[in-house]
């Protein structure tokens, strides 16, 4: 059974190769176990950006073993904050859950330097998110 006094997120956007696993990267680095944390992407890349995969470990969080996950249903019922990024519509849409649309760069056939903004831009709001769904302790 699942821990229903936990919020769960699910990040998505087109390749899960990017910005939904810098997001997904981030919470699970700020809030812990206090938040279940996924990530998604409806036509998923075979492999994480490499840019992006360097551009976290430039902020101590290494995500090189992180693969991209298809969107399911499932994954989308399971959440109680869906945060898309990209997605357009094949993201599905249920009653009772949140939807976010946060708009940013796709850092996809980009660099580093490139993928730093975009990290440090998903960082604040994963900041703020931690700060508006977990409870305080």
């Given at each position: 059974?699942?821990?229903?006094?936990?919020p769960?997120?699910?990040?998505?956007?087109?390749?899960?190769?990017?910005?939904?696993?810098?997001?997904?990267?981030?919470?699970?680095?700020?809030?812990?176990?206090?938040?279940?944390?996924?990530?998604?992407?409806?036509?998923?890349?075979?492999?994480?950006?490499?840019?992006?995969?360097?551009?976290?470990?430039?902020?101590?969080i290494?995500?090189?073993?992180?693969?991209?996950?298809?969107?399911?249903?499932?994954?989308?019922?399971?959440?109680?904050?869906?945060?898309?990024?990209?997605?357009?519509?094949?993201?599905?849409?249920?009653p009772?859950?949140?939807?976010?649309?946060?708009?940013?760069?796709?850092?996809?056939?980009?660099?580093?330097?490139?993928?730093?903004?975009?990290?440090?831009?998903?960082?604040?709001?994963?900041?703020?998110?931690?700060?508006?769904?977990?409870?305080?302790?």
């Amino acid at each position: 059974m699942p821990d229903t006094t936990t919020p769960s997120v699910l990040f998505v956007c087109v390749h899960n190769a990017g910005r939904s696993q810098m997001a997904a990267a981030f919470l699970t680095h700020l809030a812990g176990d206090r938040v279940q944390v996924r990530s998604a992407g409806s036509a998923p890349a075979t492999t994480v950006n490499p840019a992006v995969v360097e551009a976290m470990a430039e902020v101590g969080i290494d995500i090189a073993a992180e693969v991209p996950k298809v969107l399911t249903t499932e994954a989308v019922q399971a959440s109680d904050v869906v945060i898309t990024m990209g997605c357009g519509d094949t993201c599905p849409v249920f009653p009772g859950k949140r939807y976010l649309d946060w708009e940013l760069p796709d850092p996809a056939g980009q660099g580093v330097a490139a993928v730093r903004p975009i990290r440090d831009e998903i960082e604040k709001r994963i900041r703020g998110l931690v700060d508006e769904i977990t409870p305080v302790t």
